[in-house]
C-alpha cells in the first residue's frame, strides 16, 4: 500500500515510517515542522532503505493538503500531526484547538474529497483521565484533564461520527500509554524542545549531563516505592502496531480502538534505576512535590490489541532504557548535534542507501 504519513518525521511517525517501509509499504510524508527537525529526514531514508517522499505541508493548509492527494494516490493515512505537550496547551488552549482539530477536520474532508477511506489515528490513554481502575480497558470512561486531551478525545469523537455516516470509512483510534526508546541504530529518537516535561527524556538529559538531577514528582503515592507508576512502552513495538492495525482494517474491512501498552506498571524509581543499569551513569535525583493532575497508577489492559491485531508489546524496560540511552549518548543535543560515537554505542550501522527522490522538505 502506498500510505500518507501526517507527522511523519516526528518521534512516533519516523519509527513508523520504518515500520511500514520493512513490511513493505510504500511511505509519503506530510509534516509542517513545527515540532520535526530537517535532519531526520535524510537519516529515515537510509534507515528505510527506500525513497521516502517528505513533503513540508500543515494540515490545515487544504490547498497544499489537497495537492498532496492529487500527487499521489494513497490507500491510507496515518495522523501523527499534533502538538502533545499538556503544560503548554493549558497556556495556549486555542492554538492545540486549531492545530490539533482543525488539522484533523481538513484532513478528513481531504481524504473524503479523494475517496481514501481508511485512517489509523495517533490517540492517548489521557483520554481516560484519572482512571477509575487499572489496569485500564478500552471500556473504561472517558474524560478530559487539559486542553490537550480534550483534542484527543474530540478528534476520536469527530472519527468516529464520521464511521458512521460514512459506512465504508474504517478508523483505527490506538491509544498510547508512554512511548519512550528509540531505534535500534540510534539514528533517529526523540528530540524533545528545551526543558524536557516528560521522564524518560529527562532522565536521559540528566544521564547525559545536560540537567543536574531529576526530580521525582511525589513520593507517597500508594505504590510500590511511593513514586508514580505508568506503562512505558518501546516506541520500536509502538511503531509496529500501527501496521499490524492498517493491516487489520484492510483484512477485517473493520474499525477498531485499542489501548498499546505492556500491560505493565513500573514506577519513576524503578526506571531510574533500570536507567543506571543500562548506561552504566548514576542518575542523581530528589523527591519533590506531586506535579498537579498526576495519577498515582495508569497501566494498560492491552489484550484487545493482542486479540484483534495479534499484537503484543516484545520490549522490556531494560531494552526501553537500553535504546534511549543509545541515542542519547550518540545524539547528545538532539538532532542539532551530528552523531557522535561513544562507548555505549557498539551497534551495526544500517546499510546506507542514497536518497532518490527529490522532494518539498
Ligand atoms: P512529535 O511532536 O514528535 O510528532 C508530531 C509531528 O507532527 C511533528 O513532526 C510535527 O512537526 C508534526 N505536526 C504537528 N502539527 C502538524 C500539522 N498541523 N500539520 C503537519 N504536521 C504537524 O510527537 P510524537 O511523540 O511523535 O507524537 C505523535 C502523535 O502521538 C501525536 O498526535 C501525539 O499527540 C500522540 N501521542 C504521543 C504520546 C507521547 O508521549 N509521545 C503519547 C500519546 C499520544
Ligand atoms: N515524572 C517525574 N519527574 C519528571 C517527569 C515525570 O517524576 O521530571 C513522573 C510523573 O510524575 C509520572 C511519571 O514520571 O509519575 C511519568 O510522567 P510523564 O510526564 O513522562 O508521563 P505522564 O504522566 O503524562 O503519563
Known sequence: MRILVCGGAG?????????????????????????????????????????????????????ALSVLFATYRFDAVLHFAALKAVGDSCRRPLEYFDNNISGTIVLLQTMQAAGVRRLVFSS???????????????????????????????????????????????????????????????????????????????????????????????????TVDGTGVRDYIHVVDLAR?????????VREDRSVTVNLGTGRGVSV?????????????????????????????????PSLAQELLGWRAEFDVDAMCRDAWRWQAMNPEGYRTSVRRTPVMRVRRPKIVAARVADAY
Not at 35 to 44: E, G, I, M, Q
Not at 241 to 249: I, K
Request: glycine letters at 10%.
Open 124 to 222: 492517548s490513554a489521557t483520554v481516560y483521565g484519572e482512571p477509575a481502575q487499572v489496569p485500564v480497558r478500552e471500556d473504561a470512561a472517558l474524560s478530559v484533564m487539559n486542553p490537550y486531551g480534550r483534542t484527543k478525545l474530540v478528534a476520536e469523537q469527530l472519527i468516529g461520527d464520521l464511521c458512521t455516516a460514512d459506512t465504508g470509512f474504517r478508523a483505527a483510534n490506538l491509544r498510547y500509554f508512554n512511548p519512550v526508546g528509540a531505534h535500534a541504530s540510534g539514528l533517529i529518537g526523540e528530540d524533545p524542545c528545551g526543558e524536557p516535561t516528560n521522564l524518560m527524556p529527562y532522565i536521559c538529559q540528566v544521564a547525559v549531563g545536560v540537567r543536574e538531577k531529576l526530580r521525582v514528582f511525589g513520593g507517597d503515592y500508594p
Open 11 to 63: 518521534y512516533i511517525g519516523s519509527h513508523t515510517c520504518l515500520s511500514l517501509a520493512e513490511r513493505g509499504h510504500q511511505v509519503v510524508v506530510a509534516d509542517s515542522g513545527v515540532n520535526s527537525s530537517a535532519r531526520v529526514v535524510p537519516r529515515l531514508r537510509r534507515l528505510a532503505g527506500m525513497p521516502v517522499p517528505v513533503h513540508r505541508v500543515d494540515l490545515r493548509d487544504r490547498g
Open 269 to 301: 524509581l524503578e526506571l531510574v534505576h533500570a536507567f543506571e543499569r543500562a548506561s552504566g551513569r548514576r542518575i542523581p535525583y530528589e523527591i519533590v512535590d506531586r506535579r498537579p493532575g498526576d495519577a498515582a497508577s495508569v497501566f494498560a489492559d
Open 241 to 249: 502496531a500501527h501496521v499490524d492495525a492498517l493491516e487489520y482494517m
